[in-house]
């Protein structure tokens, strides 16, 4: 919650491109750096459009990657990522500094913890949409994954992408393609160990998007509907820490040892 209140609240609205994103970024580095992470950004190239009703400019932007020393990218890893961008007119609570306050959470208890295996953390740049197609979205997790050699994509053995998880008292599970699907089976496994209700859904409007059309195992976490979505009511008070508390649970479960 105090990650919450801090970019909802005192940060604010975040596009992708803006100096609020960029103290948003900056700001995040610093929190993986105190906890003892290896930490670097990637740039990558935005272009103008329409956000949600509001014309943004092209720019820059960038994704802050956290890993854990000695980190070896060709080994096999898990990745535990959250946008930290928002639509030009929202402060974001749970749209979705709810999700990079679940993943600064995650950070902090690998710190002091061990995981099946080790795992990389991404606070992704420029999820939300400039345009109207399914190319406008995701340009910060399109960008890391085109980045990735043959290699590092081989050694991703699954994905989670922290999207709006602060509203509801159950957790959706999402698949992006449907049907059966071994990575989302293995997040509901996670939640149930966590004894965290869980609900499978479909949904390719998050991070893990860009993992599964690459051929990567990803799921999203997250996505229940709320009023206040990409709008100026998007404050703190429309997250509730429980509901942030399953979430991490589950999130935690999913890289638990033997799991």
């Not at 604010?12 to 930490?39: E, I």
Request: proline letters at 7%.
């Amino acid at each position: 919650m105090a990650v919450v209140r801090h970019l909802a609240g005192t940060i604010g609205p975040r596009h992708a491109t803006s100096p609020a994103y960029r103290a948003a970024a900056a700001w995040t580095a610093s929190y993986f750096r105190r906890l003892g992470y290896d930490v670097r950004r990637e740039r990558f190239a935005v272009p103008g459009g329409d956000s949600w009703g509001v014309p943004v400019e092209a720019g820059a932007s960038w994704n802050v990657v956290a890993t854990p020393p000695g980190f070896q990218p060709k080994a096999p890893h898990l990745v535990v990522g959250a946008h930290l961008d928002t639509v030009p007119q929202a402060p974001g609570a749970e749209d979705n500094a709810s999700g990079v306050g679940v993943l600064l959470a995650v950070a902090q208890a690998l710190a002091e913890g061990e995981a099946r295996l080790p795992v990389v953390l991404v606070a992704f740049g420029a999820e939300e949409p400039r345009g109207l197609t399914d190319a406008d979205h995701h340009y910060g997790s399109r960008a890391h994954v085109a980045a990735l050699s043959r290699a590092e994509r081989a050694a991703v053995r699954g994905m989670l992408s922290l999207d709006r998880v602060g509203v509801g008292s159950v957790v959706p599970v999402c698949t992006a393609t449907g049907g059966t699907d071994p990575a989302q089976e293995q997040a509901l496994t996670a939640a149930r160990r966590a004894r965290v209700p869980a609900q499978p859904c479909v949904n390719r409007s998050s991070d893990h998007w860009s993992f599964v059309r690459a051929g990567l195992p990803g799921v999203r976490i997250g996505g229940t509907s709320y009023t206040g979505y990409h709008s100026p009511q998007d404050v703190v008070s429309v997250v509730d820490e429980a509901q942030l508390g399953r979430t991490g649970r589950l999130v935690l479960s999913w890289l638990a040892p033997g799991s």
